[in-house]
């Protein structure tokens, strides 16, 4: 699936909330048979952020949004929709954006939940934009808001090391005219790989039991080997295929902001893609993996800090449990 060359609808504005309390790999090593040289080498994460006690997956949202709609200098009133892509909501039922709604005050317009987990970001701007070319909506916030830390077995070393909490959000509005906006996306699930990396139980293929909490069924299970594989290839291939979409080649990019799951996935994907680290924006080393968050936290700290600028090219991918990927070519 592809989207157009002549962007419909354009970022207006970004933001992002991480929780104050951090958790470094030197406090993993106190109830872990882990090491900080061990996580820093494989992963590139030094530590992660998790939300405090009481605080839920709709309250960072609705941070990240609050800041969102602030820098596209909008109210709350000219939002027509809100899209949140989370695997860490309030609850199974209702939808999460439904509370993000509740929280920011707005009424009667559509709030609904996209889950594509790591890749649930390019899946919710994908949306945002037929809704914004079709001038069936102006204004949408697409937040991803995850609080990994509430679905993590925190004796699993292979998983509770990577993960991290967090929300960014992005207000998308009509293009009008002009080079700037959202040039392509493109979006992919391969269901054959779906049991790769699961939240197994609480669902109707495994109801939740009182031996399936005790057995963790309810937390985070991944092949990582698998994952990491399947991560490296999709990257690349939807990152050419969307540039192609865009009419752009790789050199015509100013930043990647890639889904930040692993340092040296982001640099396999480097070598694939032909081009040096220095063009991606990291801050995996402060956050860790926080899934559909991952690439709206990136974008929104890289314009705050003047890196990413008015007109520049951005290229941005991602992958997660589905598996679900994508890419997305946004004239900033
Ligand atoms: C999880 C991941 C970091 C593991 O790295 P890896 O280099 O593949 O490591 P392996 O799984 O081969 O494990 C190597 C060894 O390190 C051990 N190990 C795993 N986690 C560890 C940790 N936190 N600390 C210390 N040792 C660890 C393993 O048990 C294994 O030990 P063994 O050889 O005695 O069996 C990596 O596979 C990965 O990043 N996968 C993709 C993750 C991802 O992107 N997920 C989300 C997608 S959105």
Not at 91 to 97: G, K, L, N
Not at 266 to 283: E, H, R, T, W, Y
Request: hydrophobic share 45%.
């Amino acid at each position: 699936m592809s989207a157009q060359r002549v962007p419909k609808s354009r970022i207006l504005g970004t933001g992002h909330y991480v929780p104050e309390k951090v958790i470094s790999n030197f406090d993993l090593e106190k109830t872990l048979e882990t090491s900080d040289a061990w996580i820093t080498e494989r992963t590139g994460i030094r530590r992660r952020h998790v939300a405090a006690d009481g605080e839920v997956t709709s309250d960072m949202a609705a941070h990240a949004a609050r800041r969102a709609l602030a820098d596209a200098g909008l109210e709350v009133a000219d939002i027509d929709m809100i899209i949140v892509a989370t695997i860490s909501g309030d609850s199974p039922m209702p939808a999460t954006a439904a509370f993000v709604q509740q929280k920011l005050g707005a009424q009667n317009i559509p709030a609904f939940d996209v889950l594509a987990a790591c890749a649930g970001f390019i899946f919710g701007i994908t949306v945002a934009d037929q809704f914004i070319s079709t001038g069936t909506a102006r204004h949408v916030l697409v937040i991803g808001s995850e609080l990994m830390s509430s679905v993590l077995d925190w004796q699993d070393r292979g998983t509770c090391v990577l993960f991290g909490d967090g929300a960014g959000a992005v207000v998308l509005g009509p293009a009008r005219g002009g080079d700037r906006g959202l040039l392509a996306t493109r979006i992919f699930t391969d269901g054959t790989l779906a049991s790769t990396l699961t939240i197994p139980a609480g669902g109707s293929t495994e109801p939740l039991t009182s031996d399936g909490l005790l057995r963790k069924r309810n937390k985070l299970k991944m092949m990582g080997k698998q994952v990491f594989r399947t991560a490296i290839k999709y990257l690349a291939n939807s990152s050419l295929a969307v540039l192609e979409d865009a009419g752009l080649g790789i050199d015509q990019v100013d930043w990647i902001v890639a889904h930040q799951a692993n340092l040296r996935i982001l640099s396999q994907v480097a070598d694939k893609l032909g081009v040096p680290m220095d063009k991606f924006i990291i801050n995996i080393h402060d956050v860790g993996n926080t899934s559909s968050a991952s690439i709206p936290i990136a974008l929104d700290e890289a314009i705050r800090d003047g890196r990413i600028k008015p007109g520049q090219t951005i290229l941005m991918s991602a992958l997660g449990s589905g598996i679900s990927w994508g890419a997305a070519v946004v004239r900033m």
